[in-house]
């Protein structure tokens, strides 16, 4: 099975902050993404990575940046955190070619912002 | 662009009874169509897909049909159990953006016994 792990579950950090959401992934899948969930608006894509050190901005980039060093790992940063930053965050990947696009999700990191 | 209109909720149903949470989309091309399912304190889990127009994609009781005539993937399940209480969200992907997949706003359903 596919397991797409997320550094923390619950985080909570002050306004001005950096923070680091940190992602990954075990089945060698070339896509990954960032959303974000909150009440009303569904999912809402951050940015995602379709290869190594490659990155696209989704529908919100604003007030984020990305890190893909390596393949497995996918990681979403807050340069300075601002209350309106305070939502879930879910990390998911999928398979580059698959004809079906399934997308694989992480369990979420719940970010209050304070 | 792709866009995913799903009913609002909370749905709240008793045990045993029909459930359907409808779904209509708007995308060029052929999308293929989910509904993933996320329960409480977890992230979202594929429930169902479809890949093509006509094709039923079931699991766990849930089954919806993909309708290009009418560009809707209703869920449907004969019979609710508590278990079941969860926010559905319906989804497509099509082959532009590296796979990006669209979601609904999704819905919450409460099964009381």
């Known amino acids: 099975d596919v397991k797409v792990t997320q550094s923390s579950r619950y985080l909570v950090k002050r306004t001005g902050e950096k923070v680091f959401l940190e992602c990954v992934q075990d089945?060698?899948?070339?896509?990954m993404f960032w959303y974000r969930q909150d009440p009303g608006l569904g999912l809402r894509l951050i940015y995602f990575?379709?290869?190594?050190?490659?990155?696209e901005k989704g529908d919100i980039p604003e007030g984020y940046s990305v890190s893909r060093e390596k393949k497995e790992r996918f990681s979403l940063i807050l340069e300075s955190a601002s209350t309106n930053q305070t939502s879930m965050y879910l990390c998911?990947?999928?398979?580059?070619?698959?004809?079906?696009?399934?997308?694989?999700f992480g369990p979420g990191t719940r970010l209050t912002v304070t | 662009g792709d866009s995913v209109t799903q009913m609002e909720g909370p749905v709240t149903l008793s045990e045993e009874a029909f459930l359907t949470i409808n779904c209509t989309y708007t995308a060029t091309g052929y999308p293929s169509l989910f509904w993933y399912v996320q329960y409480p304190g977890e992230g979202l889990q594929l429930l169902l897909k479809?890949?093509?127009?006509?094709d039923k994609g079931s699991n766990k009781g849930f089954e919806a049909t993909y309708r290009k005539e009418t560009t809707s993937f209703h869920l449907e399940k004969g019979s609710v159990q508590v278990s079941d209480s969860a926010v559905y969200f319906c989804?497509?992907?099509?082959?532009?953006?590296?796979?990006?997949?669209?979601f609904g706003t999704g819905t919450k359903l409460q099964v009381i016994p």
């Open positions: 479809a890949t093509k127009a006509d």
């Open positions: 998911a990947s999928s398979l580059e070619g698959s004809s079906s696009y399934e997308q694989y």
């Open positions: 989804a497509l992907g099509t082959g532009r953006g590296y796979q990006k997949v669209t």
């Open positions: 089945m060698d899948h070339e896509n």
């Open positions: 990575s379709y290869d190594v050190k490659m990155k």
